[in-house]
């Protein structure tokens, strides 16, 4: 399937410079939505997962089928004062600013491995915090996945040492 043809493309959002890959026009579409969510659940169906950790907010939208089909937890990480119970939170930068998450302090147990998922992989900010909250709590992090990869922003540098998987490559 030719998601990149389904994926709408917003220039100048959320600043001049900025195109936006607008994954709504993919949710919309029954077909799409289903082969992109397959597609992460044949990618990751035979790995020893405990739980996906799913970031705030388009993340949620892949990380939850997947969990379902995969047969494991769910851990949302959530931008500040958004999760009621004891938190860690790190900052970090994105290519137009700067941003904080947080993850529940009892979210991950010691030797846990976890798969952390978003929509999109711009400079890697966002998926390294959420990295840094995982083993700062004792979980493991088994690999990252995105719908989409922005190659230009070399995100995937940041990574590093970490598996990395992406359906779609800009």
């Known amino acids: 399937m030719d998601f990149k ?3 709408r493309d917003v220039p100048d959002f959320p600043i001049p410079g900025i195109i936006f890959r607008d994954v709504t026009t993919l949710l ?3 077909a799409a939505f289903r082969q992109a969510i397959d ?3 044949t990618h990751y169906h035979d790995r020893q997962l ?3 950790a799913s970031i705030e907010s388009r993340g949620h939208i892949f990380a939850a089928p997947l969990a379902y089909a995969l047969g494991v937890g769910l851990i949302p990480v959530r931008k500040p004062g958004k999760l009621p119970a004891d938190k860690i939170q790190v900052a970090y930068q ?3 600013g700067t941003e904080r998450l947080e993850m529940h ?4 147990q010691p030797g846990q491995r976890i798969l952390i998922v978003d929509d999109l992989i711009a400079t890697g900010g966002s998926a390294n915090a959420a990295r840094q909250m995982v083993e700062q709590l004792g979980g493991e992090v088994a690999g990252f996945a995105f719908l989409i990869e922005l190659t230009f922003l070399k995100g995937r540098e940041t990574l590093q040492g970490y598996d990395v998987f992406s359906v779609i490559q800009y």
Do not use: G, H, S, W
């Open 5 to 7: 043809r389904i994926i």
């Open 28 to 30: 919309k579409d029954p």
């Open 39 to 41: 597609t992460l659940v």
């Open 50 to 52: 405990d739980a996906i």
């Open 94 to 96: 994105l290519e137009y």
């Open 105 to 108: 302090i009892d979210a991950v």
